[in-house]
């Protein structure tokens, strides 16, 4: 059972934004930088977002990440049918001494 | 280009053990951190263990922890998840993944393999 808490699934069409939240407390998202994960079941999971708001490099900035307290959003505009994925948010736990991941978000494009 | 390949996984009866392996390229492997992290069928990715560059720091989730142990060679590029006493919940794709610094605590995964299967069934 995960300690962060997403939206089982989002869905909007094609050129428009979904927003992922995670909720956490302050042993986890409270006091630990959060990242941001793309998931298509069958391949290596994807590094899309770290220190709350930073891009890897080749990571377009259609993706955004923000925190305020102990929850996070993930923004994606311009939706794309290749963004259809799973979305997992992931922070260190200072309580459980644990990275801890999100139950995960499935973004449908319409 | 960094590249993570597992091997290890298969079928293993209840009560079984397995070794999982990870070989690394594209980095220099001493100075970064590696974990392991799965997914079970139809579930969310669930961080299993992790261990520094220079393997003086070992961390495992509750939910492994006595039956597990992370090890790396850095001389062969390599992690290791030994995985012993298998029970059907631990049936799941198993993930090598790159920390993004030398150290676990609070550091994400910047690449990660392709997962290697465990099935535990008799």
């Known amino acids: 059972q995960s300690v962060l808490t997403q939206a089982p699934s989002v869905s909007a069409a094609p050129g428009q934004k979904v927003t992922i939240s995670c909720s956490g407390s302050?042993?986890?998202?409270?006091?630990?930088?959060v990242s941001w994960y793309e998931h298509l079941p069958g391949t290596a999971p994807k590094f899309l977002i770290y220190?709350?708001?930073k891009r890897p490099s080749g990571i377009p900035d259609r993706f955004s990440g923000s925190k305020s307290g102990t929850s996070a959003t993930l923004g994606i505009t311009g939706l794309q049918t290749g963004d259809e994925a799973d979305y997992y948010c992931g922070t260190w736990d200072s309580s459980l001494s644990a990275y801890v991941f999100g139950t995960g978000t499935r973004v449908t494009v319409l | 280009e960094v590249q993570l390949l597992e091997s290890g996984g298969g079928l293993v009866q209840p009560g079984g053990s397995l070794r999982l392996s990870c070989a690394a390229s594209g980095f220099t492997f001493t100075n970064y951190a590696m974990s392991w992290v799965r997914q079970a069928p139809g579930k969310g990715l669930e961080w299993v263990s992790g261990i520094s560059g220079g393997s003086d720091a070992t961390y495992y989730a509750d939910s492994m922890k006595g039956r597990v142990t992370i090890s790396r060679d850095n001389s062969k590029n390599t992690v290791y998840l030994q995985v012993n006493s298998l029970r059907a919940a631990d049936t799941a794709v198993y993930f090598c993944a790159k920390n993004r610094a030398i150290v676990v605590p609070g550091v994400p995964f910047d690449y990660w393999g392709q997962g290697t299967l465990v099935t535990v069934s008799s």
């Open positions: 220190d709350d708001n």
């Open positions: 302050n042993s986890n998202i409270g006091n630990n930088f």
